[in-house]
């Protein structure tokens, strides 16, 4: 093959000329720059050799590490940095984006992805940029966006800039006082301290409730000669509601309904109620009902929330994106989606299925801009893309599904009786509810709480006022007054958003953050406080109210979406949020006295001078270490026990907690002469077939039970036993 002629070759003009038209076919090709490569391998196969698609990386300018990086006295002037590591990124982008026919910036359409957008326009040293918001990732959505491009809103940027000088004002002001005060290594923030702040309190609400005991009465009764009895509850003594407060009382009427008649008061009275569907998912009750039927972290969600949106390879149609973007807080509907719905619910359930026009409450500063969460297409064929995705991906993509077109089916229709039973001076009541038509129950039921859960609907038999009924039995029951539920991340999720605290985008990285810095902690799917959290909440409230007041915090998101909307001044906040705060900081920091005993005590003695014990972290997570540093530095490795000897016969060791990257195992303290380990965490009972022990497991709506950790009965091909899990022991 003869080899191609070299430039030099050529004369001047022909040069000139081949470098011309090099050039303009480089200049041809349109650029779009997206945040992650998920996201822009998705975009190239749509968009072909007409444009280049590549990835920032997610931020690629921020402020510095290890400054505060803030120009106070400068109208709180950010001086932002290149991130390290992103030189080579920035490099790849500016030298394509300076020989492209036109740049577009579609990072994700909130104010996080806005900032992200200007900064790269910044750092790239481009002018004639066009913004592009992709609400989903798909052929037509990215075909109308490139039809009608836009421009970078600077109210987003500087409502993302505020936030992002706000808390690092607080995180680098008050985290140096926390570790004169406290211990080194502590961080406040703006946000996750009145997050811990509800945890903290909730635990002491928890503490200082005192149980009170009542009793409830309840009756089976049944028509004369009939068997199947229905259950009626007690309600009234001589037309007032009637209280049981103890066993005596309870025995009492007992007696009395036993020794008298029940007799229908009145004709059974029968009414027709609607149950309304919830409506389409947002970012917070995404979060919340995968917690509660999937088991899914808050993380976990929108990671896997996030790889449905950016775009999967389901086969035939290619890599495509399945769902709009999850951080949103409207349940708007677009018109093409709806009605893509509505013919799939006539041709799947019936024209009779399909349900009204509904309105929504809208939250708080709702961005109506974005959609809800929904997938992109709802006639894909589930079976299909279950062989594509993970099941992890699967699971979640269907209950986005389900809901979706839930919220636009018809109601669950119902007949409800009820009937009062009079006996003496005594009323019970009972009352039964019968499905007349499921409407969105064919595909959806909303769960319960635990404590919300309702018993079994009793069914009642024809009756008529008079009719004299025969008594199987009356039952009384014992119960005590509960006190307030432990914060789940699922319920804690529901008070921020409640409380008007953070937004989407912040309710996954919030939850993460106080676990990790070790204020709080989850075990059995409940958070408590840990005794640092204790300590530094205390702090805070006692010098820093506002700092950890919902309300006021709730006011500073509310200012943060007026900067967005362009009807405040950022660097107004600002200064009002920062000139009483900096006067607080200077005035208490000579009254705050240094904190003792901010350690987890653990029952050990130091083997070197007596003194006992304590928790501590450091960079690598917890250690113990001596009470008595610096006069002793004698430390240990950490080791969570939960209070279980191994089950393995004649081994003698206890089972203690090991964290790996997958996850928290159980295993035995003696490893390697001893080598049992277990996923789930064993329990103090025994397998009632095999006397193996039982380990905690929880069912896909987050219920706790136990299970043999040999799974012994599905072995044999019989059906596994399932018991409701009593709490385990604890360390």
């Known amino acids: ?114 900032a992200i957008a200007w900064h790269l326009s910044k750092a790239l040293d481009l002018s004639g940029i066009s913004r592009i918001a992709l609400h989903e990732i798909t052929p037509d959505a ?71 005991e009542y009793w409830t009465i309840a009756a089976e009764l049944g028509k004369k000669g009939e068997k199947t009895p229905f ?6 003594e001589a037309g007032k509601k ?56 808050v993380v976990k969600t929108m990671k896997v929330a996030q790889q449905l949106f950016e775009g999967l390879d389901i086969g035939d149609e290619g890599t495509v994106g399945l769902i709009t973007y999850m951080r949103t807080d409207s349940t708007r509907i677009a018109e093409s989606a709806r009605e893509e719905a509505a013919e799939y619910i006539r041709s799947t359930f019936g024209e009779h299925y399909i349900g009204p026009r509904r309105t929504y409450k809208k939250s708080k500063g709702a961005q109506e801009a974005h959609e809800c969460i929904r997938p992109t297409n709802i006639a894909r064929d589930m079976s299909t893309l279950s062989r594509h995705l993970t099941p ?80 199987h039995q009356v039952i009384p029951k014992q119960h005590f007054t509960q006190p307030p539920p432990f914060y789940t991340e699922a319920s804690l999720v529901k008070a921020l958003e409640k409380n008007g605290i953070g937004r989407p985008s912040t309710y996954a990285p919030i939850v993460e953050t106080i676990q990790k810095r070790e204020y709080v902690k989850l075990q059995d799917k409940k958070f408590t406080p840990t005794n640092l959290g204790v300590v530094v909440t205390d702090l805070l409230v006692k010098y820093f109210p506002d700092i950890v007041d919902v309300k006021f915090t709730a006011n500073i998101e509310e200012e943060l979406d007026k900067i967005e909307e362009g009807n405040a001044d950022w660097v107004k906040v600002l200064k009002a949020f920062y000139d009483p705060f900096h006067t607080t900081l200077v005035s208490v920091e000579k009254l705050i006295e240094k904190v003792e005993n901010v350690f987890e005590e653990t029952g050990e003695t130091c083997d070197k001078c007596g003194s006992p014990m304590v928790i501590k972290r450091g960079p690598y997570g917890k250690f113990l270490a001596c009470s008595g540093y610096p006069n002793c530095k004698n430390t240990k490795p950490f080791v969570e026990k939960i209070g279980i000897a191994c089950p393995n016969e004649g081994c003698g060791g206890s089972i203690i907690a090991r964290k790996t990257r997958k ?44 299970q043999c950790i040999k799974d012994c009965r599905k072995q044999k091909g019989e059906k596994q036993e399932k018991e409701i899990a009593a709490p385990p022991a604890q360390a």
């Open 242 to 297: 009637i209280e049981i407060p103890n066993e005596e009382r309870a025995m009492e009427i007992k007696g009395l309904l036993e020794g008298g008649t029940f007799v229908v008061a009145a004709d059974p009275e029968k009414k027709k109620q609607k149950k309304e569907p919830p409506p389409p998912y947002i970012t917070s009750t995404l979060q919340q009902d995968a917690s509660r039927r999937l088991n899914f972290k």
């Open 663 to 706: 996850g928290t195992f159980y295993g035995c303290d003696k490893y390697p002469q001893c080598d049992f380990t277990s996923w789930y965490k064993p329990t103090d009972r025994k397998c009632p077939h095999c006397s193996s022990i039982m380990v905690l497991k929880f069912s896909k709506g987050g219920k706790a039970y136990t």
């Open 392 to 471: 992890e991906q699967f699971r979640l993509y269907k209950l986005i599904c389900d809901r979706f077109l839930a919220s636009l089916m018809a109601s669950c229709e119902l007949e409800v009786k009820t009937v009062d039973i009079a006996n003496g001076p005594f009323l019970l009541r009972a009352q039964g509810s019968a499905v007349t038509f499921p409407g969105f129950t064919r595909i959806y039921s909303e769960l319960k709480d635990e404590r919300e859960q309702e018993d079994e609907p009793t069914l009642i038999p024809e009756l008529s006022k008079g009719e004299e009924l025969s008594m």
């Open 1 to 114: 093959m003869p080899k191609a002629p070299s430039m030099a070759s050529f004369t001047p003009m022909k040069r000139e000329k081949i470098i011309k038209d090099m050039e303009n076919k480089v200049a041809d090709k349109g650029f779009i720059i997206v945040e992650s490569p998920a996201k822009a391998r998705t975009l190239q196969k749509y968009v072909g050799k007409e444009f280049t698609v590549k990835a920032s990386m997610g931020h690629v300018i921020d402020l510095p590490k290890s400054r505060i990086g803030v120009d106070i006295e400068k109208n709180f002037t950010p001086r932002y940095v290149t991130i390290k590591g992103k030189e080579k990124i920035i490099k790849e982008l500016r030298k394509e984006a300076h020989g492209a026919r036109e740049v577009y910036l579609a990072t994700d359409p909130d104010r996080e992805g806005e």
């Open 142 to 212: 990215l075909a109308t966006a490139l039809k009608s491009p836009g421009k970078i809103d600077i109210d987003k940027v500087n409502a993302q800039q505020a936030r992002r000088i706000l808390d690092r004002l607080v995180g680098y002001k008050l985290s140096p006082l926390l570790w004169k005060k406290v211990t080194s290594g502590l961080s406040a923030g703006r946000v996750q301290s009145v997050a811990v702040r509800l945890i903290v309190d909730r635990q002491r609400e928890i503490d200082a409730f005192i149980k009170e």
């Open 231 to 236: 259950v009626a509850g007690l309600s009234k």
